[in-house]
T-cell receptor
């Protein structure tokens, strides 16, 4: 199945600093989804990107899909303690018709 | 989502025991999934079902079996549990159609001694 590499694995920031996580694939993706999992919680869907070069914003969160549809990023501006959690990029495995999760980036925000 | 309910929430059991984890949903979704999550790792797909008569193996199906008893119910069984199946298990649902977002239950924390 398709594989995706997500970096960094962990990031610790001071509240107010920006944060970015990256997702890279060796193959062209049909689409990519992003999920957030709070500590002790379950993954929650954030957004889906479909088009080459697509950029979507949700308040302080900016999601990008690369022009070649092989990478994606999530950028958080001015982090808050409520942003703490693990962020997963998730891609559709066309062979299995099911989702494949990246390994996630765990974000810790120091107040 | 409260609409996706997993039972039990926690379970401790011994090696060799048979265990069933249950998932029910009130979202009316056709598609249901079972994942496991190990510390520091992403979710790995065990089995999934696109409707009552459809069962598919995921990335790590060995040692597991599933039953889709109804549209709303999807259970995961460990026939003879082993310690390396200790993990957090999630059930998820999604609506019909490509690229639909998945909705997760709160998870079952399973420990096998």
């Amino acid at each position: 199945g398709q594989q995706v590499m997500q970096i960094p694995q962990y990031q610790h920031v001071q509240e107010g600093e920006d944060f970015t996580t990256y997702c890279n694939s060796s193959t062209t993706l049909s689409n990519i989804q992003w999920y957030k999992q709070r500590p002790g919680g379950h993954p929650v869907f954030l957004i889906q990107l479909v088009k080459s070069g697509e950029v979507k914003k949700q308040k302080r969160l900016t999601f990008q899909f690369g022009e070649a549809k092989k990478n994606s990023s999530l950028h958080i501006t001015a982090t808050q303690t409520t942003d703490v959690g693990t962020y997963f990029c998730v891609l559709m495995d066309t062979g299995r018709r099911a989702l494949t999760f990246g390994s996630g980036t765990r974000l810790q925000v120091q107040p | 989502d409260a609409d996706v309910t997993q039972t039990p929430r926690n379970r401790i059991t011994k090696t060799g025991k048979r265990i069933m984890l249950e998932c029910s949903q009130t979202k009316g979704h056709d598609r249901m999934y079972w994942y496991r999550q190990d510390p520091g790792l992403g979710l790995r797909l065990i089995y999934y079902s696109f409707d009552v008569k459809d069962i598919n193996k995921g990335e790590i199906s060995d040692g597991y079996s599933v039953s889709r008893q109804a549209q709303a119910k999807f259970s995961l069984s460990l026939e003879s549990a082993i310690p390396n199946q200790t993990a957090l298990y999630f059930c998820a649902t999604s609506d019909f159609g490509p690229n639909q977002p998945q909705h997760f239950g709160d998870g079952t924390r399973l420990s096998i001694l």
